[in-house]
Nanobody, 127 residues
Framework: QVQLVESGGGLVQAGGSLRLSCAAS????????MGWFRQAPGKERAFVAA????????YYADSVKGRFTISRDNAKNTVSLQMNSLKPEDTAVYYC????????????????????WGQGTQVTVSS
């Protein structure tokens, strides 16, 4: 059974930083893309960042470029999201997701591209 478990969420003041982690079990994601999505209250879930399986290429939503950094550790089967310069509008539940093995995409920014999802972790940024 494949599981993705997020951790690292919490409450932080605007301008602060948080690091989210996602631990995968049940299969290796070394040859799959991993991504982060978020859902703010009253809004649909939205793409945040992704990291591919070919050369670990990274992809970001415009709203987080320059502030967030996604990375992966294939040996530990984990993916992380370093979030700096946080803003109140970053407040959301953050979800980790993984694709099937060797899925190709130009952006990995669509929910349908992901087969596996975590339960989410809450990030709250106070002003």
């Amino acid at each position: 059974q494949v599981q993705l478990v997020e951790s690292g969420g919490g409450l932080v003041q605007a301008g602060g930083s948080l690091r989210l982690s996602c631990a995968a079990s049940g299969r290796t994601f070394a040859n799959a893309a991993m991504g982060w999505f978020r859902q703010a209250p009253g809004k649909e879930r939205a793409f945040v960042a992704a990291i591919g399986w070919i050369g670990s290429r990274t992809y970001y939503a415009d709203s987080v470029k320059g502030r967030f950094t996604i990375s992966r550790d294939n040996a530990k089967n984990t993916v992380s999201l370093q979030m700096n310069s946080l803003k109140p509008e970053d407040t959301a539940v953050y979800y980790c997701a993984g694709t099937i093995t060797r899925r190709y995409s130009d952006t990995y920014s669509h929910e349908y591209e992901y087969a596996y999802w975590g339960q989410g972790t809450q990030v709250t940024v106070s002003s």
